[in-house]
């Protein structure tokens, strides 16, 4: 099956903007874009210039890191960018769907209702598990997308490969499934593989999310990945600005990509892995924790007896924590990032102290689903 053929008809039949960066030619004096023909001073470099809107250098990187092919891939700012793009390409207004499993990450729902169109909820147990069969039962006709989070935020669950291939299995020929992998870096290894970007191949509904913000430590500088069938890969160009990616950020995701051959950056995840054991382990023993959620990554979703209480303590001791109460099932929870082993000292010094809290936070309103 061709996934192209469940996008929108007019974007199927869009003519792309063609930009001066990418009509072919080779020359020595570029005259085609309005572009100053100095370089910023004091800035020697070729920033005059507009960037290649998907550079070959970064594809490669990002090709390689994830184990897919060049054409599989497509760069943009952030999974946040993919997540935008999909659902304009994917839903139109009044008339498609995404579906979600509440709790999960704020930016699914936010497109689709920028965008206009449904969403169609498949809530997650109990224990925070994906219940594959719900999901299923929940598709309507109308749709298109099946976001699945994985690991998921803000609660931190796995989802086991299995699960997401029962879904793509199940979804071809309807829907895409959508599997946003933000923290795969931190999982425990999988028996059965890790990230399911391997199994593209055999599911053209499959796209998978990866992004630099996390384990690669680039929030700033706004690099992600769409991985997806190449003909998936090239409608979505079509809805992309003319140059999406800046050079500095380019060449910023380069060189971190290629730091030690990503040996320093695989040393910082198994830093996070251990401390996220170490945060948990306390964090359970302190007298105002409910419980603390189990975490596959960069981050632990805690229950707390006076949630607000405590999110005003640390608050009081200059620790920002996320407050994830607005989330269903999850009224009494805020969600703590793993930080250096000092900064999660202090987290514990706070909670582990006699008398928690005394000033109150309120939850942050439902428009603020990002991160
Ligand atoms: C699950 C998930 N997906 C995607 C994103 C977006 O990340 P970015 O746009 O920085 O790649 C986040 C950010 O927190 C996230 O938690």
Redesign the pocket.
């Known amino acids: 099956m061709n996934p192209v053929e469940l996008a929108r008809p007019e974007i199927r039949a869009l003519q792309p903007y063609s930009s001066a960066r990418m009509e072919p030619g080779v020359g020595s004096i570029w005259l085609n874009a309005n572009e100053s023909p100095w370089p910023p001073l004091p800035v020697d470099a070729s920033w005059n210039r507009y960037p290649d809107p998907q550079p070959a250098p970064l594809l490669e990187a990002l090709a390689g890191l994830y184990g897919v092919g060049r054409e599989q891939v497509l760069a943009g ?7 935008d793009l999909l659902v304009r390409a994917f839903c139109a207004a009044g008339r498609d769907a995404i579906l979600i499993s509440p709790p ?2 704020g ?1 699914y729902a936010l497109c689709a209702r920028v965008q206009g169109a449904g969403i169609v909820e498949a809530p997650l147990r109990r224990d925070f598990s994906l219940e594959v069969e719900a999901v299923l039962a929940a598709v309507t006709p109308a749709v298109r997308l099946v976001f699945v ?1 994985a ?4 609660t931190g669950a796995g989802v086991p490969r299995a699960a997401i291939l029962r879904l793509a299995d199940a979804l071809a020929g309807s829907a895409l499934l959508v599997v ?1 992998e ?2 795969a870096e931190f999982s425990d290894p999988q028996p059965a593989g890790g990230s399911v970007a391997e199994c593209l191949a055999r599911h053209p509904n499959l796209v998978v ?6 384990a690669w430590g680039l ?1 700033g500088v ?3 990945a769409l991985l997806a069938d190449a003909r998936l890969v090239a409608l979505l160009r079509k809805l992309m600005p003319p140059y999406p990616l800046p050079t500095p950020c380019v060449e910023a995701a380069l060189r971190v990509l290629s730091w030690q051959g990503g040996q320093a950056t695989r040393d910082r995840i198994g830093i996070v892995r251990a401390e996220r054991t170490r945060l948990a382990v306390a964090l359970a023993q302190c007298g105002c924790v409910r419980e603390v959620l189990p975490s596959q ?1 960069n981050f632990l979703c805690v229950r707390f007896r006076d949630a607000a209480a405590v999110a005003g303590a640390l608050l009081g001791a200059g620790v920002v924590v996320r407050d994830v109460r607005r989330h269903p099932m999850l009224g009494d929870a805020l969600r703590i990032s793993i930080g250096t082993p000092g900064e999660n000292d202090r987290v514990l010094e706070v909670l582990q102290a006699p008398q928690p809290a005394t000033r109150s936070v309120e939850p942050a309103p439902c428009g603020g689903a ?2």
Request: hydrophobic letters at 30%; aromatic letters at 6%.
């Open positions: 700012r952030g999974s946040d960018e993919g997540i999960t990450f930016m989070c690991p998921n935020n803000p946003d933000a923290y999310l990866r992004t630099l913000s996390k929030a706004r690099v992600g990554a990002h991160a």
